[in-house]
């Protein structure tokens, strides 16, 4: 029975991953409140609107670390790293947790580019032979989204979605939560708009933690997935300089073999 929950669970992340950008899909009630840090000092108190303003729209990176959760279950982690403020450039390493059975487990290092995404390595019962499965843009890497829209849209909110600084990662962050329409999302993130209504997810319960450079460092995400609660937590840092993450050669790309 154990291993039967597992694949399930399993099978329920790789659907949450899919979701995961700059916001979630929200059904469940948000938990684990004490993950996401404690109220600062009023010391540490900053002006996140004119934080957002004066980010920095050049193109950058930062090393990304993504956990989801279905029902108190650590499933699947992502890590890697990710361009960000450029069409979608990431480099990640996709893992199932290690109870899940040996057919439906992932463990995929994943390229994602404006055009395609491209993985490597275990799949279930699949594998790629040592080369790369040419996927749809988008598809299981978690694409990055252009988080100053999302943080726009946040503010945009009002007060309500406005709870103050707390500490993340060693450096005050401002917290954003708030729930987000449909439409909304189709007008910044027509991707994350499309899965939504494939799932019929018609809300989406975001919360982002903006630092005083006015860059998102961390956000989490609620969903409900086949009777299951999803849980994505992202946190972004190491912030550095594009690393232009390109497709691999033709010659190493193949067909998923069984």
């Not at 949450?16 to 899909?25: A, D, H, K, P, R």
Request: hydrophobic share 40%; charged share 25%; proline share 6%.
């Amino acid at each position: 029975m154990r291993i039967r929950r597992a694949g399930a669970v399993a099978a329920a992340a790789a659907v949450v991953v899919i979701t995961l950008g700059g916001c979630g899909s929200a059904k469940t009630e948000k938990v684990a409140e004490a993950v996401k840090g404690s109220p600062s000092s009023p010391a540490g108190g900053f002006d996140v609107e004119a934080a957002a303003k004066k980010a920095d729209p050049a193109p950058y990176s930062a090393q990304m670390n993504a956990e989801t959760y279905v029902g108190n279950r650590l499933a699947m982690t992502m890590t890697g790293r990710a361009d960000i403020n450029v069409p979608t450039s990431v480099r990640m390493r996709m893992r199932t947790a290690s109870d899940v059975p040996a057919d439906q487990a992932i463990d995929m290092e994943m390229i994602g580019t404006p055009d395609a995404t491209y993985g490597r390595g275990k799949l279930g019962k699949f594998s790629t032979d040592g080369g790369w499965a040419k996927m749809p843009a988008g598809s299981g890497q978690g694409a990055t989204q252009d988080f100053a829209k999302y943080t726009r849209m946040m503010l945009d909110l009002g007060p309500s979605a406005r709870k103050g600084v707390e500490q993340q990662g060693g450096e005050p962050a401002y917290r954003l939560s708030g729930t987000l329409t449909q439409d909304k999302v189709r007008k910044i993130d027509p991707t994350l708009y499309n899965n939504m209504r494939s799932r019929n997810m018609e809300k989406i319960d975001c919360d982002l933690w903006i630092n005083k450079a006015g860059r998102v460092v961390r956000l989490e995400q609620w969903m409900g997935i086949k009777g299951l609660s999803g849980h994505n937590i992202v946190v972004l840092k190491d912030f550095g300089v594009p690393v232009k993450i390109t497709a691999p050669p033709a010659s190493e790309i193949k067909p998923l073999g069984g």
